[in-house]
């Protein structure tokens, strides 16, 4: 059927970046002195998100042409974005996380490699040396200072360049990100704002009182973490474990749509089928016991779901995860398409009220999402379809951590227009971290299930 696990290319373990200033930047104009108020979906995910984004050497925009226009439209873009040069922090009489919107900065970085792109080798495979492309924000010029976005922008010898952004979560989920790059785009090229960002985050507060109106077992009080969840679902584990990428292709999403008809949900997505095809072989890969539950977190889109509706432009984080759950003896002996209801229902369940009840939930207890696996999906944000003065990007990833209980959906690279284009190929790319012997059978158990 075509389908592959990408063998792991020849990866360049020191791509020998050398810094060359490190700087703030700030906002091009005076902007006001408040606090931002952090919903309750903000506060969990006060973490840093690292992206790198590639791009092709073009002659009329050298890498120091670049990093002019570039570090120019970051400065307007803290204007509009004005909480991006602000700092994270307690409100000791609310006692809640919030942004204090002070205009302290962000960080800018010049650097270079010395190797060409073409030498670093396949962009679209995880290289734990992209972590050289971006920059912690933490001490980052004085001690103690941690801006909330570091840029970076590192030239190759070819004449190509890699920009990175280092970003606290707290600030944007995936599609907010997508509207700020398209801004940042539209202000490098001098062109009005593509959309007007709406910072509004009043409009995901917790009600009052709080109504739990749902039970949450998607969710898990801090003071009742399992042994080994101290630090939670977003952090990287200490475990020795295999990383192998493995790739649907278009004809393999097909398949698996053909084998979900029957189901009773109507259109059935590429989403809640590859999910579940993921779901199945994870569970099966861990401990044998078909008693067992599994559950299964991925990420849903909440702007559309409450009512009325949250602006498009919503700029912080509207994503929450929907789950699903079922006994390992139902993964393995099940049909496919009972799994893909299930998958589905659990997207379906999140409406208006559920949204709120979990919102109301974060207000009352101090925890976070909980699961055997959290599927989380890069595979259709566009960052690739972003267009600068300097052309579109050849590829955009996150730096990637091994994570056992995050699997990754990536866009495939190449197959789009141009060279090393990222559009026309609606395959997907899905990065997986096991120990040893769990990835042997999850390698096994995803092609056996595809037949």
């Not at 120091?64 to 409100?91: H, I």
């Not at 951590?401 to 959906?409: E, S, V």
Request: charged share 20%.
């Amino acid at each position: 059927m075509g389908t592959s696990c990408i063998e792991a290319p020849p990866l360049v373990q020191d791509l020998k970046v050398i810094i060359h200033k490190t700087s703030m930047v700030f906002p091009s104009k005076e902007t006001q002195k408040k606090s931002l108020f952090l919903s309750n979906i903000d506060k969990v995910l006060n973490f840093e998100v690292q992206t790198v984004h590639f791009f092709a050497a073009n002659n009329d925009f050298p890498p120091q042409t670049v990093a002019e226009k570039f570090k120019n439209a970051l400065q307007d873009s803290l204007v509009v974005y004005d909480f991006l040069a602000g700092r994270l922090r307690l409100n000791s009489e609310t006692n809640r996380l919030e942004i204090n919107c002070n205009a302290k900065g962000a960080g800018f970085v010049v650097a270079s490699s010395e190797y060409t792109l073409n030498e670093i080798g396949d962009l679209g495979y995880p290289n734990p040396a992209f972590a050289q492309l971006v920059h912690e924000s933490q001490d980052f010029i004085e001690p103690g200072d941690q801006p909330l976005c570091v840029a970076q922008l590192t030239s190759f010898k070819c004449g190509g360049f890699a920009i990175g952004f280092t970003t606290s979560h707290t600030t944007f989920d995936g599609l907010s990100f997508r509207t700020f790059l398209d801004n940042l785009a539209a202000l490098a090229s001098n062109k009005p704002l593509t959309v007007i960002p709406c910072h509004d985050r009043q409009l995901l507060a917790a009600r009052s009182p709080p109504r739990v109106s749902f039970p949450h077992p998607e969710l898990i009080k801090l003071d009742n973490l399992p042994t080994g969840l101290e630090n939670g679902v977003f952090e990287a584990t200490k475990e020795e474990l295999d990383f192998k990428v493995f790739e649907l292709t278009s004809q393999n999403i097909m398949s698996l749509k053909e084998k979900a008809k029957g189901s009773s949900v109507g259109r059935v997505t590429g989403f809640n089928v590859i999910t579940a095809h993921i779901w199945r072989c994870k569970a099966l890969s861990g401990p044998d016991d078909p008693t067992r539950s599994s559950t299964i977190l991925y990420a849903v889109d909440i702007r559309s779901k409450f009512d009325p509706p949250l602006p498009k432009s919503y700029t912080g984080n509207a994503v929450l995860t929907a789950y699903a759950t079922a006994k390992c003896k139902d993964l393995e002996k099940g049909s496919f398409s009972s799994l893909v209801e299930m998958v589905t229902e659990g997207a379906k369940r999140m409406n208006d009220e559920y949204a709120r009840s979990i919102i109301d939930w974060g207000e009352l207890y101090n925890g976070f999402p909980h699961g055997e696996v959290l599927v989380s999906s890069w595979w259709r944000l566009g960052f690739e379809e972003v267009e600068y003065p300097w052309g579109k990007p050849k590829y955009c990833c996150p730096v990637v951590y091994h994570r056992k209980d995050i699997i990754l959906l990536f866009p495939p690279f190449g197959g789009g227009e141009g060279e090393g284009g990222c559009g026309g190929n609606d395959g997907v790319n899905i990065i997986v971290a096991l120990p040893p012997k769990e990835m042997k059978k999850f390698e096994s158990l995803f092609y056996s299930f595809l037949i």
